[in-house]
């Protein structure tokens, strides 16, 4: 499958949809560079699939304007916008082989059989299915069917690749191969991708760029780690990842840093544009930026309380811990195997520390900019 040379940017201008009286996106808009692999994130219901499907050309626009590659394609039909689509379930006919699958798309735009067999064969290679050719979907695993209705998608070389869901139907592992094979393939053929996605962990392993969503608006677009280090809101701080958020008010600033006073008593923390002093803002700590400790040291320190909840998962431990103030506290210990790691179990007195350079300032008030033309 060849690379496309020149990758098309989707340019996307005060979107506006309602389905009868109910508003789903309002005055959205979004601009995704050439090339990127974008995902929609957001919980159910936020409008992610209402988006791609207004891209796809699959539902009208009420307002605004949808640009691919500075071509509009606002009210073009969809099989005119030069786009593979691959949903949730792969759509894929049942009675027709693999190869006859992935060739389905040649066949419409009538591309003689010598071209299209050597097309398709090189489509099966990619997705890494070069023996598969001859077998009808039902005798494929979840995964191999997902690869096929990549290769289907991909062999007619549209300018942008819409995946809904594309996963959602694979168990954890698999799941986590086709991440990879997923970013893999859409490097080496280049195409501008939109991913729709609620799984924040498959968000920040295949995006170049996330875009956070709620109730029809965009909260943030970021690259993943911009988009998980610096959370522009409690609610985005919360939903990747996890967050202990906690109420606090602005007592003093000076440069960069902040000094606020919260449940957890005076804290001097990194502060943004428009925390003002007087303000009420709000504080997230990410539990693996709290540390937890028990036996020596423990009665001394200045964050102390009790286990009041543990939860094993393999690799790590998360703990919720009673501040002696009342405040409950998440932290999140990596479990190694390492001798002097010590065991905290539930009701235990522990000790809680973390780095004031980690605690997340949330200024109250308007929404700050976060840059639509990512
Ligand atoms: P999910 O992750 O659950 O798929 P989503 O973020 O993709 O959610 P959408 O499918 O875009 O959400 O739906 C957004 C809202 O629009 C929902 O309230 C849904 O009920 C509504 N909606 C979607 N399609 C239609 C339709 N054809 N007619 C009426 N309402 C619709």
Redesign the pocket.
């Known amino acids: 499958m060849p690379r496309l040379l020149d990758p098309v940017e989707i340019s996307i201008g005060g979107l506006r949809k309602s389905?009868?009286p109910?508003v789903?996106l309002e005055d959205l808009s979004l601009h995704i560079p050439g090339g990127d692999i974008c995902c929609l994130l957001?919980?159910?219901?936020?409008?992610?699939?209402?988006?791609?499907?207004l891209i796809a050309g699959l539902?009208k626009v009420d307002r605004g304007t949808i640009r691919i590659g500075g071509v509009e394609v606002t009210h073009l039909a969809p099989h005119h916008r030069e786009l593979g689509m691959v949903f949730q379930n792969y759509a894929l006919f049942p009675h027709m082989t693999v190869a006859e699958n992935v060739a389905f798309g040649l066949r419409l735009r009538k591309v003689p059989p010598p071209e299209r067999q050597a097309r398709v064969a090189s489509a099966m290679t990619m997705v890494k299915l070069d023996k598969m050719g001859d077998r009808l979907p039902s005798q494929l695993s979840g995964g191999q069917r997902q690869r096929v209705a990549l290769a289907r998608s991909l062999i007619t070389q549209p300018k942008v690749l819409l995946l809904d869901?594309p996963l959602s139907a694979l168990d954890k592992k698999l799941r986590g191969q086709m991440q990879v094979e997923i970013k893999d393939l859409q490097r080496n053929v280049g195409v501008t991708t939109v991913v729709?996605t609620?799984d924040q962990e498959e968000a920040l392993a295949i995006a170049d760029r996330i875009v956070v969503?709620d109730g029809?608006r965009i909260l943030q677009i970021g690259r993943p780690r911009e988009v998980y280090d610096k959370p522009g809101s409690p609610f985005v701080a919360d939903f990747i990842g996890a967050s202990n958020t906690i109420e606090a008010k602005v007592m003093a600033r000076a440069r960069e840093m902040a000094t606020v006073s919260s449940p957890l008593g005076i804290l001097k923390v990194p502060a943004p544009h428009g925390a003002s002093i007087g303000s009420d803002c709000l504080l997230s700590i990410r539990p693996e930026n709290i540390n937890i400790l028990s036996g020596a040291g423990a009665e001394t320190a200045r964050w102390r309380g009790q286990v009041r909840h543990i939860v094993y998962k393999g690799n790590l431990t998360e703990y919720v811990v009673a501040l002696d103030n009342g405040v409950e506290l998440k932290a999140v210990r990596p479990n190694r195997a390492a001798e002097d790691q010590q065991e905290i179990a539930l009701e235990q007195n522990v000790s809680l520390s973390w780095s004031d350079h980690s605690v997340i300032l949330h200024a109250q008030g308007p929404t700050p900019d976060i840059g639509l033309r990512g």
């Open positions: 389905f009868g109910l789903i957001g919980p159910s219901g936020c409008g992610k699939t209402t988006l791609l499907r539902e869901e729709v609620h969503m029809g």
